[in-house]
């Protein structure tokens, strides 16, 4: 099914600005197999235009095109009715495109002023780099973003939604024409992301072209103009939003209708697989317990919820039970019944565990590895028996898992930065899963994920816990939290505020208890 872009009766005054922006029968392969297939997408001066379609649609590859990642395409791209041939990043901007990628592209030990400005720096008249120019801009940039930032302070020291603003302030800085934003709010709180929106909507009146791709739906309705569907590397449709109903929308993006995104299964709970007691993390320069006595119980067969408001301690109280803290982590841990102390995540991984993160740059891949290495990379002595490391084993246990977790990639020997952000979320689900886990720490496994994809994934977990595994869940979705819970501990300022049972849960009640000890 394809639709034409000029169904619906489109308002507002986007509508009859020109194009800032035409690419045409835009074609791109991956070591032989085409991954776009002829795909046309326009941006009007002073629009919002959501590009939207499942991991692997071909939403970040067209982009990468127009942001002069890939230069090997055919097709052609239009720039103010001019065509252009974008071969560099540095082209690409010279031409007025900016983009932020769904994963940060920051250097943590320079300042926040140096990355912003990063092979822009301002200059003296003697040529230096004029460094109280530069953090002077790069406040100005982030005024409304992040005000409290230090531009001075190294990247490293603030958390990943701080650095999702700077990597915005970056962009904006760029005074680009044609602005690309991939899930900017994938790590934003709601207060962030709300600030984030009124600066689009500044950009907007002021002649932007703005292209924002972003899985979710509510965020997509309350922003564009206009909405483009890809799937499988194709153009499905081009509607104006208010002319493209939710249902409808979603049918375009998976090919199918999707009666229910949660299917939540009942399971029976079965025996005790972790107890922590009074577990108790500080961190240097934190004035007070990341994690404050923190006590809980993971059974077989069900997934237990971690709520509450973004730096609850929720990541770190996983990260202590997975031995990411050593010693530092204080307090009692039992796995099935007998005492465990997670000085590493080795250990853990011994003993069991498997714990997914909330960065799969930083911490869930390597990047110069293929998508099969990264499959087996924490299952080596499975793969490589007597210390060998085998292609033929490797292979043997990546492909099965390729095809539980519908993962699409060209090969297993492809890079894994060839694939979409929502794959490789399921490569690094995959790695954990190859160390054949008892208890799986998952923390955002649906961030940056698209709607089929996160009806897999929670088809998955209903198999898992079916099957007698146990889930620790960190979710920022709230229905998310309250439909895949078996029950809902919430955490507010490091401590454990309140315990749910799911048939009592709801969002004021999660809520109620995030706030209380604020």
Request: with cysteine; aromatic share 4%; proline share 5%.
């Amino acid at each position: 099914m394809r639709v034409s872009g000029n169904a619906g009766a489109e308002t507002g005054s986007a509508a009859t600005q020109p194009a800032v922006l035409r690419m045409a029968d835009m074609r791109k392969s991956f070591d032989g197999v085409e991954v776009l297939h002829g795909v046309s997408f326009d941006v009007r001066a002073g629009e919002i235009h959501a590009l939207v379609g499942e991991n692997g649609a071909g939403k970040s590859t067209l982009m990468k095109i127009l942001a002069g990642v890939y230069g090997d395409y055919t097709g052609t791209l239009e720039i103010d009715g001019e065509p252009v041939r974008l071969g560099s990043p540095r082209e690409a901007e010279a031409a007025g495109v900016a983009i932020i990628y769904q994963e940060l592209s920051l250097v943590p030990y320079l300042s926040v002023a140096e990355n912003m400005f990063l092979g822009r720096e301002p200059l003296t008249r003697w040529r230096t780099v004029d460094h109280r120019r530069m953090r002077a801009d790069a406040q100005r940039f982030l005024a409304n973003l992040a005000p409290d930032v230090d531009v001075r302070r190294s990247v490293a020291e603030y958390g990943v939604s701080v650095q999702q603003l700077i990597e915005i302030g970056k962009a904006l800085s760029t005074s680009a024409r044609i602005l690309i934003l991939d899930e900017p709010t994938s790590a934003l709180s709601e207060s962030e992301a709300g600030r984030l929106f009124d600066i689009l909507r500044d950009l907007k009146r002021r002649g932007v072209g703005l292209i924002y791709i972003s899985h979710k739906m509510k965020e997509v309705y309350e922003l564009a103009d206009r909405i483009t569907v890809l799937r499988d590397g194709e153009f499905i449709g081009c509607r104006p939003a208010a002319d493209l109903p939710r249902d409808e929308l979603i049918r375009w993006m998976v090919g199918r209708r999707i009666e229910q995104l949660f299917p939540k299964h009942a399971g029976s709970r079965g025996r005790e697989l972790l107890r922590i007691e009074d577990l108790t993390l500080h961190l240097p320069g934190s004035p007070r317990p990341i994690v404050d006595r923190v006590s809980l119980t993971i059974h077989a067969g069900e997934v237990v919820g971690l709520g509450g408001l973004m730096g609850n301690g929720a990541s770190e109280l996983l990260g202590a039970a997975f031995g990411r803290y050593g010693r530092r982590a204080t307090g009692r841990v039992f796995i099935g019944g007998r005492p465990f102390e997670p000085v590493s995540p080795r250990h853990a991984i011994g003993a069991g565990i498997a714990m997914l993160t909330n960065d799969r740059k930083a911490t869930g891949l390597v990047s110069s590895l293929s998508v099969m290495r990264n499959m087996t990379l924490a299952a080596l002595p499975r793969a490589a028996p007597g210390g060998w490391l085998r292609g033929g084993i490797e292979r043997q246990l990546a492909e099965p898992l390729g095809r539980e977790l519908a993962l699409k990639a060209p090969s297993l020997d492809a890079p894994i930065t060839a694939l979409s952000g929502g794959n490789q979320q399921k490569v690094v689900l995959a790695k954990w899963l190859m160390t054949r886990p008892k208890l799986l720490l998952l923390d955002e496994p649906t961030r940056g994920i698209d709607v089929g994809a996160k009806a897999e994934i929670y088809e998955l977990m209903n198999q898992w816990t079916a099957a007698g595994m146990g889930i620790l869940l960190i979710t920022s979705e709230l229905p998310e939290l309250l439909a895949m819970s078996d029950r809902i501990l919430v955490l507010a300022q490091g401590r454990l505020t309140a315990e749910i049972p799911r048939d009592q849960a709801t969002q004021e009640r999660v809520m109620a208890a995030a706030v209380q000890a604020a």
